[in-house]
């Protein structure tokens, strides 16, 4: 089973912009779906973006169509979220999460989740 890691979060001021990124370890990394989900203290974990095993296709959530982007390199067993344009309503714990079969929204439908990273955007 595929283990990740996340990195790149941190503090950055409205309107900046963040790259994250999620390290798998293990083989067969392209069969994977991956996901981007998020968590702002006191609410619910919620959908950011996911990606296809070849990359080739993608989804937002509303909230972050236009300026966030998820990609991945498979070569190098990586997926990115660039987060531009960052808004404080942003602020959040940001996991990466694995899909071995299902491409959705649903956080039941990923089976491996990263530790996460905190991603601060300061007014």
């Known amino acids: 089973q595929v283990q990740l890691v996340e990195s790149g979060g941190g503090l950055v001021q409205a309107g900046g912009s963040l790259r994250l990124s999620c390290v798998a370890s293990?083989?067969?990394?392209?069969?994977?779906?991956m996901g981007w989900f998020r968590q702002a203290p006191g609410k619910e974990r919620e959908f950011v973006s996911r990606?296809?095993?070849?990359?080739?296709?993608?989804y937002y959530a509303d909230s972050v169509k236009g300026r966030f982007t998820i990609s991945r390199d498979n070569a190098k067993n990586t997926v990115y979220l660039q987060m531009n344009s960052l808004k404080p309503e942003d602020t959040a714990v940001y996991y990466c999460?694995?899909?071995?079969?299902?491409?959705?929204?649903?956080?039941?439908?990923?089976?491996?989740w990263g530790q996460g990273t905190q991603v601060t955007v300061s007014s």
């Open positions: 999460a694995a899909s071995v079969l299902y491409y959705n929204d649903r956080s039941t439908s990923y089976s491996t």
């Open positions: 293990g083989r067969s990394f392209s069969s994977y779906i």
């Open positions: 990606i296809h095993r070849s990359g080739t296709s993608t």
